[in-house]
Structure formats: C-alpha cells, structure tokens
C-alpha cells in the first residue's frame, strides 16, 4: 500500500512541478472502479482500503500549500449528485484527466462497460477527457502518447456503450 500511495504523491508532484493546476475527484458510487479485473476476490479489501487512505491523506492537502487555500480533493457521492452539478457549475474545468480504463495486462479484458459510461457521461456534458495512460514527464513538460480529445472518438475505438449510468436510486 505504501508503494502505491508514494508512486500518487511522486506522479502529482510531477504534475505541479510543471506548473499543472488541479484537483482531485472522488465518487464514493464508482470504489469498486479500484479493484483490477482479474485480482484474487480475497484481495478486493487491499485495492479499497488503498483507496480510502489515499482519499483520506490526499484530503488534508490544498491545491496551492496555504493552509487556507483551495482543496486538492474533492468527494462526491455520485457522478450525477447535486454537489457535482453544483461542483462542475462553480470551477471552470478545462478537461477531466483520468485514465482510459484499460488493464496494462497484455490479452487483459475489454474496458468495462460501466467505466465507459462513465467517461461517456462526462463527455455528454461537454467536458473533454485527457487519458493518462502513458504518460510521461519530459524535462519541464508533461507528454502523452495520445492526444486529448473529446471522449466519443475514443470510445469508439474501446466498443459501444450497452446501458445507462446507475442513478444511485
């Protein structure tokens, strides 16, 4: 767990060492997004409780080192709660980074429908969605093998959607 949460703090360190503005989002509806597909089913508890530190050590941050300043973390019940609308409506987001939802296992399983519609919702709603699978930090500069792009295009390349986004209901 360690490793895990060290290899977070190093890749968001790179980001702001480059001048990166962000935030982090959490969405309590999509934990199990957390555990890899192909992960032993006694071993779920280790991937969510690495979650819930994270979000917790994360959470005691701001995004600027005033300890006034604006948060770092953020977290949400639901994609589609009011706090997210009300999140969304009040920060100008230029685009959502996350990642493209496919396991770095070669012969590994298709994206999970349901992450796909996630990443759909968030296009649906006019926000750009930069993948950050691959990603490399070059001298004062921060590159991806992919471009960032609306998500439909890349959905098309991960397969079509089959069902809503739950509603929580």
């Known amino acids: 767990m360690l490793h895990a949460?060290?290899?977070v703090e190093v890749f968001l360190a790179n980001l702001k060492e480059r001048g990166c503005n962000?935030?982090?989002?959490?969405?309590?509806?999509?934990?199990e997004l957390c555990i890899p597909p192909h992960s032993p089913p006694g071993s779920a508890y280790k991937y969510t409780l690495t979650r819930?530190?994270?979000i917790e050590h994360l959470g005691r941050f701001t995004n600027d080192g005033r300890p006034d300043g604006?948060?770092?973390?953020?977290?949400?019940?639901?994609?589609?709660?009011?706090?997210?609308?009300d999140y969304l409506a009040t920060n100008?987001?230029?685009?959502?980074?996350?990642?493209?939802?496919?396991?770095?296992?070669?012969?590994?399983e298709p994206v999970d429908d349901y992450y796909k519609h996630i990443v759909h919702e968030i296009s649906r709603r006019g926000y750009c969605v930069a993948f950050i699978n691959d990603?490399?930090?070059?001298?004062a500069r921060v590159c991806g093998t992919g471009p960032i792009a609306r998500v439909m295009s890349r959905l098309t390349q991960l397969g079509s959607c089959s069902s809503p986004l739950p509603t929580g209901d």
């Open 70 to 85: 604006p948060k770092l973390c953020y977290r949400f019940s639901r994609i589609d709660c009011d706090e997210f609308r």
């Open 5 to 7: 949460i060290h290899a």
């Open 22 to 31: 962000f935030q982090i989002l959490w969405f309590d509806q999509h934990e």
């Open 92 to 108: 100008a987001i230029h685009f959502i980074m996350c990642s493209d939802g496919a396991s770095s296992d070669a012969g590994s």
């Open 52 to 54: 819930a530190v994270l």
């Open 135 to 139: 990603l490399e930090f070059r001298s």
